[in-house]
T-cell receptor, first 116, second 118 residues
Framework: AQKITQTQPGMFVQEKEAVTLDCTYD???????LFWYKQPSSGEMIFLIY??????QNATEGRYSLNFQKARKSANLVISASQLGDSAMYFC?????????????FGSGTRLLVRP | GAVVSQHPSRVICKSGTSVKIECRSL??????MFWYRQFPKKSLMLMAT?????????EQGVEKDKFLINHASLTLSTLTVTSAHPEDSSFYIC??????????????FGQGTRLTVV
């Protein structure tokens, strides 16, 4: 069964500090993609970063980096130099390549609050 | 980045009426669109996969007759909540992808629709 687990329902971080949001996944597929999305209170889903299962290097996108540990099936999101605007819900998601529907499976989310 | 437009952003309807939500890909052809439902403070749950020109594939537990999905063109998919009841109140959000495996192209999300049935 495909599953994404986010064990941190809520996190606090001080402005300008780094924070790590945890994500573990379960799949029997060899090919899959891992995604992180940000959802502010407005509800829109904002794509942050993508990691392919065969990518050897950890993905980075500006202040976002993905700590991909394939053997441990974890794909933690690291946000460096947190900003007040980073306060939002963060969802980890997976797309198994062998699933022809190409759907996204989401974790339960982590609410991040950045303190000034 | 690609833009997906979802309309309306908010809708309030009376119990028993039907509501149509539109999802449009504005600058690309979306072979596949997905409809998700999100309860307050919960994750997104996939309702159905919509492929242009064919019947939608519904996830287990989703009532096909309650949530009608039509993907009439490569740029438009609609979700109709029929005979809406208060328990259908939720946040509905669509996503669209150009084609191929999602890993090759990100999914673009609409802004979401907050449905309130009174």
């Amino acid at each position: 069964a495909q599953k994404i687990t986010q064990t941190q329902p809520g996190m606090f971080v001080q402005e300008k500090e780094a924070v790590t949001l945890d994500c573990t996944y379960d799949t029997s597929d060899q090919s899959y993609g891992l995604f992180w999305y940000k959802q502010p209170s407005s509800g829109e889903m904002i794509f942050l970063i993508y990691q392919g299962s065969y990518d050897e290097q950890n993905a980075t996108e500006g202040r976002y980096s993905l700590n991909f540990q394939k053997a441990r099936k974890s794909a933690n999101l690291v946000i460096s130099a947190s900003q007040l605007g980073d306060s939002a819900m963060y969802f980890c998601a997976m797309s198994p390549r062998m699933d022809s529907s190409y759907k996204l499976i989401f974790g339960s989310g982590t609410r991040l609050l950045v303190r000034p | 980045g690609a833009v997906v437009s979802q309309h309306p952003s908010r809708v309030i309807c009376k119990s028993g009426t039907s509501v149509k939500i539109e999802c449009r890909s504005l600058d690309f052809q979306a072979t596949t669109m997905f409809w998700y439902r999100q309860f307050p403070k919960k994750s997104l749950m996939l309702m159905a996969t919509s492929n242009e020109g064919s019947k939608a594939t519904y996830e287990q537990g989703v009532e096909k007759d309650k949530f009608l999905i039509n993907h009439a063109s490569l740029t438009l998919s609609t979700l109709t909540v029929t005979s809406a009841h208060p328990e259908d109140s939720s946040f509905y959000i669509c996503s669209a992808q150009r084609g191929g495996w999602l890993g090759d192209t990100e999914a673009f999300f609409g802004q979401g629709t907050r449905l309130t049935v009174v």
